[in-house]
Antibody, heavy 124, light 107 residues
Framework: QVQLVQSGSELKKPGASVKVSCKAS????????MNWVRQAPGQGLEWMGW????????TYAQGFTGRFVFSLDTSVSTAYLQISSLKAEDTAVYYC?????????????????WGQGTLVTVSS | DIQMTQSPSSLSASVGDRVTITCRAS??????LAWYQQKPGKVPNLLIY???TLRSGVPSRFSGSGSGTDFTLTISSLQPEDVATYYC?????????FGGGTKVEIK
């Protein structure tokens, strides 16, 4: 079945970096875009951006430029989110979610499925 | 950027009640609108896409309607397992903005 499996929870100190992985299975990885969504404690869903798994081209939402990097390893059908210079306000659950259809041509698509989420806690 | 505004932000209703949640886009988005359900401590789950298409396996008491700027999610007969926060989302272009969420509780 189609699923996304994310890496486990992380506890980091301010100023450190973290890399979250999202491994896809059950479909052709490069046929769909991958999105990243943040949910701070007790808050709503915030779209961080997406990466074109065909070209590797990332698009970042406002507020997620500079310290946030999306990357891929298509050989293992995995997308990554790296956050550098971590701050306490980066404490959140981070989700990956499959999105747009990329082949044979680009079509807008809803988010489904979602990964199980990765809790990143930033605390000294 | 297009803003997505949900109302109400929370509601409390009795089992069996009809519940309606609205989502308004600040500009027209055709029918590129999805609804997600997030139960406490769980992953968001797709309910409806293309504004009104029920995802396979979702109970038929859920329905969606609307096009352009105004959309609704209706639960025809609220059940205890429907306690959750519901989010709308536009997906027709970046940014793929979510609404602020509507928390549904049982009275």
């Amino acid at each position: 079945q189609v699923q996304l499996v994310q890496s486990g929870s992380e506890l980091k100190k301010p100023g450190a970096s973290v890399k979250v992985s999202c491994k896809a299975s059950g479909y052709t990885f490069t046929s769909y875009a991958m999105n990243w969504v943040r949910q701070a404690p007790g808050q709503g869903l915030e779209w961080m951006g997406w990466i074109n798994t065909n070209t590797g081209n990332p698009t970042y939402a406002q507020g997620f430029t500079g310290r946030f990097v999306f990357s891929l390893d298509t050989s293992v059908s995995t997308a990554y989110l790296q956050i550098s210079s971590l701050k306490a306000e980066d404490t959140a659950v981070y989700y990956c979610a499959r999105g747009d259809i990329l082949t044979p041509y680009h079509r807008y698509n809803w988010f489904d499925p979602w990964g199980q989420g990765t809790l990143v806690t930033v605390s000294s | 950027d297009i803003q997505m505004t949900q109302s109400p932000s929370s509601l409390s209703a009795s089992v069996g009640d009809r519940v309606t949640i609205t989502c308004r886009a600040s500009q027209g988005i055709s029918n590129y609108l999805a609804w997600y359900q997030q139960k406490p401590g769980k992953v968001p789950n797709l309910l409806i896409y293309a504004a009104s298409t029920l995802r396979s396996g979702v109970p038929s008491r859920f329905s969606g309607s609307g096009s352009g700027t105004d959309f609704t999610l209706t639960i025809s007969s609220l059940q205890p397992e429907d306690v959750a926060t519901y989010y709308c989302q536009k997906y027709n272009s970046a940014p793929r903005t979510f609404g602020g969420g509507t928390k549904v509780e049982i009275k």
